[in-house]
């Protein structure tokens, strides 16, 4: 099983800055499709971004669209999450995710990842 391990998160006021990481046992590189989602207190999992790992396109929520940038390392071994304009709504436990063979799915759908990861916690303070 391919472990995901996420890291970077913690505690900002609104308007700042976070970079999340997602190590994984397997390269990126060979997945297809890597995503971020968070998870509020009482809300359901949200996907928030996701990477299409072979020609690098990425597809945001709308409510993180120009605030939050997905990437990946130049050697496809780690994804990052950059968030910046953090706002007291971004509050949540965020995940890594991954699938690893292509199907066609809607990039956000989090049934469709196989591979999770214990997810990192981000506070934002008003």
């Known amino acids: 099983q391919v472990q995901l391990q996420e890291s970077g998160g913690g505690s900002v006021q609104a308007g700042g800055s976070l970079r999340l990481s997602c190590a994984s046992s397997r390269p990126t590189r060979s997945s297809f499709l890597m995503g971020w989602f968070r998870q509020a207190p009482g809300k359901e999992r949200e996907g928030v971004a996701a990477?299409?790992?072979?020609?690098?396109?990425?597809v945001y929520a709308d409510s993180v669209q120009g605030r939050f940038t997905v990437s990946q390392d130049y050697l496809g071994n780690t994804l990052y999450l950059q968030m910046n304009s953090l706002k007291p709504d971004d509050t949540a436990m965020y995940y890594c995710?991954?699938?690893?063979?292509?199907?066609?799915?809607?990039?956000?759908?989090?049934?469709?990842?196989?591979?999770w990861g214990q997810g990192t916690q981000v506070t934002v303070s008003s």
């Open positions: 995710a991954a699938v690893w063979t292509p199907r066609s799915m809607p990039a956000l759908a989090s049934w469709a990842y196989t591979d």
């Open positions: 990477f299409y790992t072979t020609g690098g396109r990425a």
